[in-house]
């Protein structure tokens, strides 16, 4: 049965979610622009996530459920975790110093961001698009 949440925590759910694919293409550009563009997106996404971590608390059909809430915040802990240890181990400036190994980082950071938005469609009126 999903949890039907409110239209403040899908928006920031679909802002988090396009920005996270905006953050994929951008790792997957070879352009000048891109180490910019990556620093400005990551800078974007984790402040939509803060927010997120924000509704996720004040979401009232959520209050009644703390079991949901627990494993909700847990593999949303595992994406933001994966995703600062990504991005601590390869700051923009770097991304072109060892492709096979930035991509490899890239994509063990991807799975964990599959987990959660996977978590989001089954348990909440969330579609991921």
């Given amino acids: ?8 925590l899908k928006d920031a759910l679909r802002a988090c979610s396009e920005t996270e694919r905006n953050l ?5 550009r070879t352009d000048p622009g891109r180490k ?8 974007k ?3 939509q996530m803060g927010q997120v971590s924000q509704l996720i608390e004040q979401e009232t059909a959520l209050q009644h459920r703390p079991d949901v809430v627990m ?3 847990g593999v949303l ?7 600062g240890q990504h991005q601590a181990s390869w700051p923009a400036v770097r991304i072109d ?7 490899e980082s890239a994509r063990g950071t991807h799975a964990k961001a599959e987990q959660f938005w996977n978590w989001c ?3 909440l009126t969330f579609a991921r698009q």
């Fill in 1 to 8: 049965m999903q949890i039907t949440i409110t239209s403040a």
């Fill in 24 to 28: 994929v293409a951008i790792g997957n």
């Fill in 36 to 43: 910019f563009d990556l620093v400005q997106h990551r800078r």
């Fill in 45 to 47: 996404f984790a402040e």
């Fill in 71 to 73: 494993e909700m915040n």
């Fill in 77 to 83: 802990s595992a994406f933001r975790f994966a995703i």
């Fill in 97 to 103: 110093d060892d492709a096979a190994a930035y991509a």
């Fill in 121 to 123: 469609s089954e348990h």
